[in-house]
């Protein structure tokens, strides 16, 4: 499975960005996903997860009541939808897949290439 995450940019504080990420592969729509994000200087860090089907889904306490995951498999595209934006919320955006529903960044076997997100504030 290959990912391609986009949909980062510069926002103000309070805005929004809806990140996208395509997999390729004609099984990756059987995969969970997972969205993470490394600012500078720090470690890389859960934001949100959904199985396969979309029907499960979890967040990061700093994610919850602002963001959104969900998925088109007919799109093999996943989305996290970011309202509410902080500067703290600035950092490099990662899609994950894993056939399995994990949570941990080492347990995701395919990783897409970042997209950058800063909030201005």
């Known amino acids: 499975v290959q990912l391609q995450a986009s949909g980062g940019g510069l926002v103000q504080a309070g805005g929004s960005l809806r990140l996208s990420c395509v997999a390729s592969?004609?099984?990756?729509?059987?995969?969970?996903m997972g969205w993470f994000r490394q600012a500078p200087g720090k470690e890389r860090e859960f934001v949100s997860n959904?199985?396969?089907?979309?029907?499960?889904?979890y967040y990061a306490d700093s994610a919850k009541g602002r963001f959104t995951i969900s998925r088109d498999n007919a799109k093999n595209t996943v989305y996290l939808q970011m309202n509410s934006l902080k500067p703290e919320d600035t950092a490099v955006y990662y899609c994950?897949?894993?056939?399995?529903?994990?949570?941990?960044?080492?347990?995701?076997?395919?990783w897409g290439q970042g997209t950058l997100v800063t909030v201005s504030s």
């Open positions: 959904i199985n396969w089907s979309g029907g499960i889904t």
């Open positions: 994950a897949a894993d056939r399995s529903f994990v949570f941990r960044a080492y347990e995701y076997h395919y």
């Open positions: 592969g004609r099984t990756a729509s059987s995969y969970a």
